[in-house]
């Protein structure tokens, strides 16, 4: 295991970051012969755009495949660097899935990356944000209102069942959630926002 704290937070950076870069919903759908999910709805890489393609297995493979691919930064940093620098990684792991260098820092939204970087740092908290996202979806029939309400509340969610370190983590995670659903939270407010499988 390294050592040294300021390589170890370099590695899992850097790590973290080209691991939730990987662009599984673009691959799929390029695979599938969809084209480029970038030109139809929100322009995302992520499942809820794929789900746009009415191709639900898709949808479900990115959507698995982004989430394992949050859980794979976390074990592995875990692994070779130990547990706060696997922090670390969970957080450069959503970043590198909204931002991914390969695609000119245009990704995905990071909730199913988010949700992976929680399942493998705090699993508990992911099932808590699961069940808030479930309801939310029940009450609104939107994947925006759910995924902000449920990674919004991750933050609070660790402190009460882990600690302050992990809630520093859900804290940092959240923000870049929140911010890569800029536009959603417009149009949240404006009323205009469609339901789930609808729309951009």
């Known amino acids: 295991m390294i050592t040294d704290p300021s390589i170890g937070f370099l590695i899992a950076l850097v790590g973290g970051y080209l691991i939730g870069s990987i662009p599984f919903g673009l691959l799929l759908t390029q695979a599938a012969g969809l084209g480029d999910i970038r030109s139809i709805g929100s322009g995302s890489i992520g499942a809820t755009n794929v789900l746009r393609t009415g191709k639900k297995g898709l949808a479900a493979a990115t959507l698995l495949l ?3 691919k949050g859980v794979a930064a976390v074990l592995l940093a875990r692994w070779v660097l130990g547990d706060e620098q696997a922090l670390v990684a969970g957080v450069a792991a959503v970043l590198g899935h909204t931002l991914p260098v390969w695609l000119g820092f245009r990704g995905g939204k990071g909730v199913a990356t988010a949700l992976g970087v929680s399942l493998a740092a705090m699993w ?3 099932l808590a944000c699961g069940a808030v996202w479930l ?3 029940k ?3 939107m994947s ?3 995924s902000l309400t ?3 509340a991750a933050p ?3 402190l009460v069942l882990v600690d302050s370190e992990h809630a520093i983590f859900a804290l940092l995670v959240a923000a870049l959630v ?3 659903h800029d536009s959603n939270i417009r149009r949240l407010l404006a009323g205009t926002e469609p339901k789930i499988g609808q729309g951009r």
């Open 139 to 141: 009450l609104t029939k």
């Open 150 to 152: 449920a990674v919004i």
């Open 156 to 158: 609070v969610l660790a």
């Open 135 to 137: 309801v939310m979806a």
């Open 66 to 68: 982004d989430a394992l």
């Open 124 to 126: 508990p908290v992911a």
């Open 144 to 146: 925006s209102a759910s």
């Open 178 to 180: 929140v911010w890569r």
